[in-house]
Structure formats: structure tokens, C-alpha cells
């Protein structure tokens, strides 16, 4: 064996030089990496008694992609395209032995060689468009030759991985590895000596792209794929790529692929897209506990409530294989609750999502109860009852009853303070709060409320707990609505005052849309239903909310709340609501005025981050980006945005500053500056250093 450098190293067996990349932890094709491939490369064609050469990973997978840290510097020599260029053009076979993940950079290497075999569990992918971009080392060019249009625009456009069976279906990959995958390789490659065959250039076959209507691809991909991408720079231009490997010569669409490909490296939308990247691994980083910190084993999860929340948190856990125990107050409630789940995961095994033995796993691991008691083994309990501070304290005092020792006591509370509710048992270390995003089931994100006296053991549970069952698991601080919420207030608060100010629902859901949210506001509130919360003997008819639900417009359950709703609830402005909106204006005193996109802009969003400022100023938040990965995951802030504290630093957090002492002076004291935005802006500073 010789040592090529610290990641390489070339072994000869028989005709066979197996060169075998190590550099840990996924083989990313770093400087170093493709220096190793380069000089074994060269020595192994240089030598006479091999006739065939096999590249190989050590450790868990094969390349997984490009170094992320290497992106917007300059790329030393030998380039991934002079690696290719080299396979290419060796008389020698060269065949890639992927396992593990062979992802952006990684499969494009592998696609350059001359043939291909995999492990069984390997998985292949072009995931670039998750960071902005496209592939930039000819992947938007040999997979259509490979696998024709279609096929390669929705393997790049979606950027996600296939499993290897799938590969060798499409040709990708040649063979599947009936047992040691090195073993494996290097017959392959003598037999592709013994047997003359020819050596494979992707880049020289146009077969799969002779008849190719091209716009037909194209417009197929759109209709695929455009609502989902709505907004990314990179969807059209990664379409256009691809549809070049069937419109131009290899070396032109290769030469094109590069220009997009920087082109969209050095806009803001990539640099969004690959801080969220770095932001969604921070946040599992805490500062004072140590990532070896000792978690409780989670054995069986209790859950009080089975209606909506409770039902959806359930299927979480049900899904990640542990056992559940959930608990209501009656049998018509408990039937109800199990019912729904039932009819989740069935329409899930319906749509092909999930395979129908999986259904029966799931739910054969659902203990319905009505008895309190039969939470006593549960390891992790998690309230998710009527959000009443007066509920969940009663709640509480009777888990802290039955409940054994050392388990752990959550609530799902999406505002309230953890710290009053711990107040009531004798255990407060083991309290927290653990608020899960509706549809629990579905939305990626989970505030991890840490109280006052929450032990470290109990959060680092949490946390991990948390991306077990496939969340995204950011720590929060105790107050009002925590992280997400208490921004949300802010941007309530605002949007209702537009709509007496002069704009309407419509308007200010229009803009919120155009800047790349899912829905806006009070969209958002027909969704969740405008009585929640709301009760007829109460009433006073003080807001537009109440009395649109005195007038039983209580959203899209009633087919009519802010707007009118259709049979497929499709909404669309209200005549009534927009004189309900007028005659309160009327009242209150407003004199209507004209209200331009901008200003609606700056008056939901520059709030949202100056109560950023203040969550981190307050110690909230541990960092920033922890903030941008809340409205990411749980509120559909689009990630080409970066998320709102990345968006103050992109715009710059002196403009906001300005716009906040503006709309002070003018509106009062709803917008004075955090003092945080007035030291970053004093300071020349950040909130992200990541802009």
C-alpha cells in the first residue's frame, strides 16, 4: 500500500489499483482530498501492470459533496473538473464504489467515471438546490444523458437522494454489491478488463436526449415543482441548465453551467440558503451543557389530550417506533383523537407515503386510556390540554402525583410561563416546556422551553428526544410566546392596525405572500379558525375579529371569515368584511389613507426584528440564527430569506433603525428601538455575522 497523502492511499490487487479516500467525517472534496485523487489518479495510470483502477471511500459514506467551507473562495488547483477530466480521458477504466451518500460534488465525480457500483443502502443525490445553487461540476449535463430530462430536472430540482436500486433502474449506477463492496468493485473492474468492454464517457452519449421535447420537460417540471419553488432563483436557472444538456454541445453546456453556477453562489439568496444550513446544525449546540451530557432514556411517552395538538404529537413518537400512552377525559373525546390519528396514517399508506405495515406498527403502539394512573411508566409526558394556565397548574399537580421519579413533565404551552407551572409540583428540575408546531404531525419545528430550574440532563433529553422523532429542536427562554410567538404578537399587532389605518386583508396578506410566506395574516387566521379563543357571552364586539365571529364568519370552517370562501376553499375579498372594517375605522377615529406596499412590508417585518433584538438581548434566544430557524420551520419564512434576523443584516440593520425611529415619531411607542439594534447599528455590527 502506498500512502498518497493524509486522505489517499493506493493499493494494487492483481491488475486492480484500488484507491481509497479517507477524510473523515463524510470524505467532503476538500483541497487535500482531490490532490490524493489526482496523484493516485496519475500513478496509477502511469503504472504498466495495472489495467483497471477503483476509487473507494473509507469510514461511512462515499464523497457526500464539496467542502461547504471551500464555497466563494477560490478553488485550488487540481479543481473537481480536472479530476474529471482526467477519468475521462484515462485509457484505463475507472470505477466508483459508492456507499453511504454520494451527493452533489460526490456523485458528480462518480458520474464521470466509467462505470459504477454501489452497496445496497447507498443512496445517490444532487442536492445543490437546497443551498441556492445548482450543480457546478457537470451534473446538470451527464445526468440527462444518463437518465433523460424529465428524470434528471426532478432529481435536481428536488435535490433528493434516491436509494442505489433505484440508481441501477435508471442506469446510473451499473451494478448493486452482492457482498463486500471492495471486494465487489475490483472484480467488476477486472472483468470489465477481461472482457474488453468499452469505456463509458457519459458526456459523449446523447441517446436519451436525441428526441427530447424540451420545452415539454420543462413545462411538466413547472407544473411539478413551481408552487414549491416558488420564488428560488435557482428553479429556473437550474431548469435551464438542464434543458442545455439537450439544446448545446457537452463543453458549451458545461461552460454555461459554470457561469450559473457562480452566478448563484454570489447572490444573496445562496448565502441565505447556506447560513440556514449551518443555523439548523448550531442550534443543537448549547453553551452550557456539553454535547456529552448524560440524556434520560425515553422508553414510553405519555400525552394528555387527544384532540388536535395531542393527536399530531402522538404520531410523532408513534412514528420514530416508541410507545405511547395517551390519555382523555372521556370516551367520545379518546375515540375521536384515535380515530383521527387512524385516519392520518391511512391516508398517508394511501398516498404511498408510508407502506401499510408500517400503519399497523404505528398504531399498534398507541395504549388509549382514560385513566390518569396509567401515565405512571411513562418516561416523558407532555401535556398538550386547553391552553388556561389554571388547566395545565391542575394538570400538573396530578402528574406530579403519579408520575414516577426522574420523568420528565412537558407542556405543550405555546405562551404560558413554564417556571408558574413547574411552581406547582415538587419536582421543577424535571419541567419544561416543549412546544410543538400545528400540524404536530407534519411542521419540522420544536421550541425547547427551558425553565428556571430545568435540569441540563432533562434539556439535553429534550433536544435529542426532539430530533429522534425528526423535529428541528431549538432551545427558547421563558416569556410570553417565547421565540416565535412573541414575534408573531408583533406582526398582529401591526396587520390589525393596517387594516383600520387604510389597507385591507387583502392587501396586507398580498404583500406578505409577494415576499415569500405561505399565507399572511389573517389567511393565516381564517386557516386556524377566528373563534379560537373567542366566546359568544363574552363578546363586546371591541375588535374585527369579534365581530366578524358575532356575525359567524369564524374563517374557512364556515366558509367565511376574513375572506369568502368557496367549495375548495378558495378565498376571496369580502364586500361585508371590508364595510365592517370601514364602519370600525369610523368609530374609532381614523381618518383611511392609501397604504403602499413598502410601508405594509416595513410595519410587519421590522417589528418582527426588533422583538428579535430584544429576545436576544433578553437571553431568550442563545444566538440569532436560532431565531431564523424558529420562523423557517415553524412559520414558513422563506429560506431564501434567511430568516428575519439574517434579512436585518442582508438590508442592513441601520435601515431598520431608522425606519423604527420614523414610525415612532409618527406612531408611538409600539416601535421605539430595541437597544440591542441600537448598539449593532452604533457598533457597525451584525445580528448574524452571516450577511
Not at 502506498?2 to 472534496?29: C, F, H, K, M, S
Request: proline share 5%.
Amino acid at each position: 500500500m502506498t500512502t498518497i497523502n493524509r486522505a489517499t492511499t493506493l493499493d494494487v490487487e492483481g491488475e486492480v489499483a484500488v484507491l481509497t479516500l479517507d477524510n473523515p467525517p463524510v470524505n467532503a472534496l476538500s483541497h487535500v482530498l482531490r490532490e490524493g485523487v489526482a496523484a493516485g489518479l496519475e500513478a496509477a495510470v502511469a503504472d504498466p501492470a495495472v489495467k483497471a483502477i477503483v476509487l473507494i471511500c473509507a469510514g461511512r459514506t462515499f464523497i457526500a459533496g464539496a467542502d461547504i467551507k471551500e464555497f466563494g473562495k477560490p478553488i485550488a488547483a487540481p479543481t473537481l473538473q480536472d479530476l474529471q477530466d482526467r477519468i475521462e480521458a484515462s485509457g484505463k477504466p475507472v470505477v466508483a464504489a459508492l456507499h453511504g451518500t454520494s451527493l452533489g460534488g460526490g456523485l458528480e465525480l462518480a458520474l464521470a467515471c466509467h462505470y459504477r457500483i454501489a452497496s445496497p443502502s447507498a443512496k445517490v443525490g444532487l442536492p445543490e438546490i437546497k443551498l441556492g445553487i445548482i450543480p457546478g461540476a457537470g451534473g446538470t449535463q451527464r445526468l440527462p444523458r444518463m437518465v433523460g430530462l424529465p428524470r434528471a430536472l426532478d432529481m435536481i430540482l428536488t435535490g433528493t437522494p434516491m436509494g442505489a436500486a433505484s440508481a441501477v433502474t435508471l442506469g446510473i449506477v451499473d451494478e448493486l454489491a452482492a457482498g463486500d463492496l471492495r471486494s465487489e468493485a475490483v472484480r467488476l473492474a477486472a472483468a470489465i478488463v477481461s472482457d474488453g468492454r468499452p469505456l463509458r464517457r457519459v458526456r459523449d452519449e446523447t441517446a436519451r436526449l436525441g428526441d427530447a421535447d424540451v420545452e415539454a420537460a420543462l413545462s411538466a417540471a413547472r407544473e411539478r415543482h413551481g408552487r414549491k419553488m416558488r420564488g428560488f432563483e435557482s428553479f429556473e436557472k437550474a431548469m435551464e441548465a438542464v434543458a442545455n444538456a439537450a439544446r448545446m454541445p457537452f463543453d458549451e453546456g458545461l461552460a454555461r453551467e459554470r457561469e450559473i453556477f457562480a452566478e448563484l453562489l454570489g447572490g444573496t439568496q445562496s448565502r441565505a440558503q447556506r447560513y440556514v444550513f449551518g443555523a439548523t446544525r448550531a442550534v443543537a449546540k448549547i453553551a452550557d451543557i456539553p454535547v456529552d451530557t448524560p440524556t434520560r432514556p425515553i422508553g414510553r411517552v405519555g400525552i394528555i389530550g387527544a384532540g388536535t395538538m395531542g393527536g399530531g404529537i402522538a404520531m410523532n413518537f408513534l412514528s420514530a417506533g416508541i410507545p405511547m400512552t395517551i390519555v382523555e377525559q372521556s370516551q367520545e373525546a379518546l375515540d375521536r383523537g384515535t380515530g383521527i390519528i387512524a385516519r392520518n396514517y391511512a391516508a398517508s399508506a394511501s398516498k404511498g407515503r408510508i407502506r401499510p405495515e408500517d400503519v399497523d406498527k404505528a398504531t399498534g403502539l398507541l395504549s388509549p386510556s382514560l385513566e390518569f394512573s396509567d401515565l405512571s411508566d411513562c418516561d416523558l409526558i407532555i401535556e398538550a390540554a386547553f391552553e388556561e394556565m389554571e388547566v395545565k397548574k391542575a394538570i400538573f399537580e396530578r402528574l406530579d402525583a403519579i408520575a414516577r421519579d426522574g420523568a420528565i413533565l412537558a407542556s405543550n404551552t405555546s405562551y404560558l410561563d413554564i417556571d408558574a407551572i413547574a411552581a406547582v409540583t415538587r419536582r421543577p428540575a424535571d419541567v419544561l416546556g416543549m412546544h410543538f408546531f400545528s400540524p404536530a404531525n407534519i411542521m419540522k419545528l420544536l421550541e425547547v422551553v427551558r425553565g428556571r430550574q430545568t435540569a441540563k440532563d432533562v434539556i439535553a433529553t429534550a433536544m435529542k428526544i426532539g430530533r429522534d422523532i425528526g423535529k428541528t429542536a431549538v432551545l427558547v427562554g421563558v416569556c410570553h410566546g417565547f421565540v416565535g410567538n412573541r414575534m408573531l404578537s408583533a406582526r398582529q399587532r401591526e396587520a390589525n392596525k393596517l387594516i383600520l389605518e387604510g389597507a385591507m386583508p387583502w392587501d396586507v396578506d398580498r404583500v406578505l405572500t409577494g415576499f415569500g410566506l405561505p399565507m399572511g395574516p389573517f389567511q393565516m387566521a381564517d386557516l386556524a379558525g377566528l373563534d379560537l379563543g373567542w366566546n359568544r357571552e363574552t363578546s363586546k364586539g371591541e375588535t374585527i375579529r369579534e365581530r366578524l365571529c358575532e356575525a359567524d364568519r369564524r374563517g374557512q370552517k364556515t366558509a367565511a371569515g376574513f375572506y369568502d370562501y368557496d367549495e375548495a376553499r378558495k378565498g376571496s375579498p369580502s364586500p361585508l368584511v371590508e364595510e365592517i372594517i370601514l364602519q370600525k375605522s369610523r368609530e374609532d377615529g381614523f381618518e383611511r389613507r392609501a397604504i403602499g406596499d413598502d410601508e405594509i412590508l416595513e410595519r410587519l417585518v421590522y417589528p418582527m426584528i426588533n422583538e428579535g433584538a430584544k429576545i436576544l438581548d433578553e437571553g431568550i434566544a442563545q444566538r440569532a440564527s436560532d431565531i431564523d430557524v424558529v420562523w423557517i420551520n415553524g412559520y414558513g419564512w422563506p429560506v431564501y430569506r434567511g430568516g428575519p434576523m439574517f434579512y436585518a443584516d442582508t438590508i442592513g440593520p441601520h435601515t431598520v433603525l431608522e425606519k423604527m425611529r420614523e414610525f415612532e415619531a409618527r406612531m408611538g411607542e409600539d416601535f421605539a428601538p430595541a437597544p440591542l439594534l441600537e448598539r449593532i447599528v452604533r457598533d457597525g455590527g451584525s445580528f448574524t455575522g452571516a450577511a
